[in-house]
């Protein structure tokens, strides 16, 4: 599971350079639309990265595969 962390990060990089980090409903179409994700999960998706940033959830991501957690409780 640990590698396959920069190749999403590049895919991500890959679909959003050209999209306006500022304009969430940008964001959001190109998550649903190329990302495969609900509109639901888009929202919260960029909700998560703008209100934790990339410190906090790159140590929620270190723990959630120490404790082999794949799924969330949230149902996505």
């Known amino acids: 599971m640990e590698e396959s962390v920069s ?9 959003l350079d050209k999209v306006d980090a500022d304009n969430l409903e940008s964001l959001e ?3 649903v639309c190329k990302g ?12 998560l990265s703008r ?11 270190a ?3 120490a404790l ?3 799924d969330g ?3 996505f």
Do not use: C, K, P, Q
């Open 29 to 31: 179409a190109v998550l």
């Open 7 to 15: 190749v999403l990060v590049d895919e991500y990089r890959s679909l």
């Open 51 to 61: 209100n934790y940033g990339s410190f906090m959830l790159r140590n929620a991501l």
């Open 73 to 75: 409780g949230l149902g």
């Open 36 to 47: 495969g994700w609900t509109n639901r999960a888009a929202e919260h998706l960029i909700r």
């Open 68 to 70: 082999d957690i794949e």
């Open 63 to 65: 723990i959630s595969l």
